[in-house]
C-alpha cells in the first residue's frame, strides 16, 4: 500500500507534490504539537540547570516505571521473565543489570511483540527508522510519546540556536520527494504545514546545485537541517559564497557523525555555525551541541551504558552504545543495543553555556563502520586522514581485508598524487602497513535511506560474549 502510494504521488505534477506534501505535513504536525508543547519546550529548558543528583532520581524513578511496565504489560519481556522463573532464576527485572541486551535483529523480528498489551497499535503512531543496515524498523509511538520528543527537538535542536519550529527552514532529508529519474528541477518541494522546503539529497550535484541556492534563497529559509553528507556535499558544490549569501542562522548536522573536515567546509561553504545532532527513530538516546560547541545527551530520553570491545560496561572512554528508552513507555526497550559507538569523557566537567547536561565527546560512527587490525585492534574515526585541505568532494574507505583498503572518492579540481599521499600516509599510521587502493568515481552510493556510509568494512571480529537476544 505504501509503495503503491509513493508511486501515485510521484505521478503527480510539482504543484501537487507540494500540495499532498503538505496535507501529509498537517497530519503529522497534529500528533507532534499541542497545546502543550511550549509548555513541555519550557519545563525541558528548566531541566537543564539540574543537578547530577536531581538527574539520576528522575531516571531512577522513570526507570523503576518502564520496567515493571515492560516486565508485566510487554509480551516479549513478560514471556522472556517468566521463562526465567521456569528455570529457577530468581533475579529481580527491577534491576536493570539483570535484563539481556536487545538487539535490533530481535526488535525486528517481531515489533508487535513489543508493544503493550493495553494498547491498541491502530491508536498509536505507525514510524519506521530509516534502516541504517538497509531493513527498517516498525516501530510505535503514543500522542504524549510523539509531542514529548518533537518538545525535546524544539527546545534543544532549535531553540539553542536561535530559530523555532515557527521559521521558513530547508531539509536534506532522505525521503523519495521527486522520482529518482527526474533530471530537471524542481528538486524538491515545499511543504507549507511545516513551512519547510524538503530538497531531495539523491538530486544534489555539481550541475543541480545551483537550482537547490536559487530554492533556499526564494523560499527565504532561515536554517537548514540535514544528513552531514548532504549538508557536506552541498557546500562542496556551491563553493564559495554561493550559500554564505543567504544569510542562514545555522546548519543543523543529523543522523551522521560530522567530521572536523567536514564542519569546516560546511562553515565555510554556508556563512555560519554548524551544530552536530544524535538521536533515532527508537527514542532511546539523544544529544545535541550547544553553542560552545558540547555535545550534551538528553537524560529524559533514555539510562545510558557503555560497553567495550569484550563486552564489559565502563564508565567512559570509546565504547559500544547501549540504552534503555524512558520517554516512549508502550513499547518499552530495555537495554537496546542502539548500532553506534561514542566516547565518553572521564569527568563531568561545566561547560561555559552554562546548562549542567552531561556529555559526549564525540560520536564515532556506526559500531560496523569500525575497521580492525592484523594485530587484533579495532580502529574507529579515520576522519583524521582527510585533514590537510585535501582536493576532494567526498570519500568513503572500504577495508577489503585486514592489509588492504579501498578510497572511493570523488575529486575536486586539482586533485593530485600529494592529496594521495596524505591519505595513505595517514591510514598506514593508523593502521599499519597495508595497500591503499585509490578508485575515482563520479559520486559515492548513498544507501536505501539516503545516508552515507564514510567507512565499509568487510572483516568481521569475533563476536562479543554477551547474552544478546
Not at 508487535?112 to 491498541?120: G, L, N, Q
Not at 527537538?153 to 540556536?161: H, T, V
Not at 574507505?397 to 572518492?409: A, C
Request: charged share 25%; aromatic share 10%.
Amino acid at each position: 500500500m505504501r509503495e503503491r502510494l509513493l508511486q501515485l504521488y510521484h505521478r503527480l505534477p510539482p504543484p501537487l507534490r507540494s500540495f499532498a506534501a503538505g496535507v501529509r505535513g498537517w497530519q503529522l504536525k497534529s500528533w507532534r504539537y499541542g497545546p502543550e508543547t511550549d509548555e513541555l519546550v519550557a519545563a525541558a529548558h528548566e531541566r537543564e540547570r539540574w543537578s547530577d543528583e536531581r538527574w539520576h532520581d528522575w531516571q531512577d524513578e522513570r526507570l523503576a516505571r518502564i520496567l515493571h511496565r515492560a516486565a508485566t504489560r510487554v509480551p516479549f519481556y513478560r514471556a522472556l521473565w517468566e521463562e526465567r522463573r521456569r528455570r529457577g532464576d530468581r533475579a529481580s527485572w527491577e534491576v536493570l543489570a539483570n535484563w539481556p541486551l536487545l538487539s535490533k535483529a530481535a526488535l525486528r523480528a517481531d515489533p508487535t511483540a513489543f508493544v503493550a498489551d493495553d494498547r491498541r497499535i491502530g491508536d498509536l503512531f505507525a514510524e519506521q527508522s530509516s534502516g541504517s543496515s538497509g531493513t527498517p524498523l516498525q516501530l510505535w509511538w503514543s500522542r504524549e510519546t510523539v509531542r514529548a520528543w518533537y518538545a525535546l527537538f524544539e527546545a534543544r535542536w532549535r531553540n539553542w540556536y536561535g530559530v523555532s519550529r515557527h521559521d521558513r527552514w530547508a531539509i536534506l532529508g532522505g525521503q523519495l520527494v521527486i522520482p529518482s529519474a527526474q533530471r530537471r528541477p524542481p528538486y524538491w518541494v515545499w511543504n507549507a504545514a511545516f513551512r519547510q522546503l524538503y530538497l531531495s539529497s539523491y538530486h544534489l550535484s555539481a550541475t543541480t546545485v545551483t537550482h537547490y541556492v536559487e530554492a533556499m534563497r526564494r523560499q527565504r529559509v532561515r536554517y537548514i537541517y540535514g544528513y552531514t553528507s548532504a549538508l557536506h556535499a552541498l557546500a562542496q558544490y556551491a563553493g564559495a559564497g554561493g550559500l554564505a549569501q543567504l544569510g542562514l542562522e545555522v546548519a543543523i548536522a543529523n543522523a551522521e557523525p560530522l567530521l572536523a573536515h567536514q564542519r569546516r567546509d560546511i562553515e565555510a561553504g554556508f556563512g555560519c555555525p554548524v551544530r552536530e545532532t544524535y538521536g533515532m527513530s527508537e527514542i532511546v538516546a539523544a544529544a545535541g551541541e550547544c553553542e560552545r560547541g558540547t555535545l550534551h545527551l538528553w537524560p529524559e530520553v533514555g539510562r545510558l551504558e557503555l560497553l567495550d570491545e569484550t563486552g564489559d560496561l565502563r564508565s567512559h572512554g570509546v565504547g559500544e552504545l547501549v540504552s534503555t528508552g524512558l520517554v516512549n513507555a508502550d513499547m518499552p526497550l530495555i537495554r537496546y543495543r542502539v548500532g553506534d559507538r561514542a566516547a565518553v569523557p572521564a569527568a563531568a566537567a561545566g561547560c561555559a553555556c552554562g546548562r549542567t547536561l552531561p556529555r559526549l565527546s564525540s560520536i564515532e560512527g556506526r559500531t560496523d563502520d569500525v575497521v580492525y587490525t592484523r594485530d587484533g585492534r579495532a580502529v574507529g574515526r579515520l576522519d583524521p586522514v582527510f585533514k590537510g585541505n585535501l582536493a576532494l568532494h567526498e570519500a568513503q574507505l572500504i577495508q577489503e581485508t585486514v592489509d588492504r583498503m579501498r578510497v572511493r572518492y570523488v575529486p575536486a579540481p586539482g586533485f593530485s598524487t600529494r592529496d594521495e599521499r596524505i591519505i595513505r600516509d595517514g591510514l598506514r599510521e593508523r593502521l599499519g602497513e597495508i595497500e591503499v587502493v585509490f578508485e575515482p568515481v563520479a559520486a559515492i552510493e548513498r544507501g536505501a535511506n539516503g545516508k552515507f556510509r564514510a567507512v565499509v568494512s568487510k572483516v568481521r571480529p569475533a563476536p562479543i560474549g554477551v547474552g544478546a537476544s
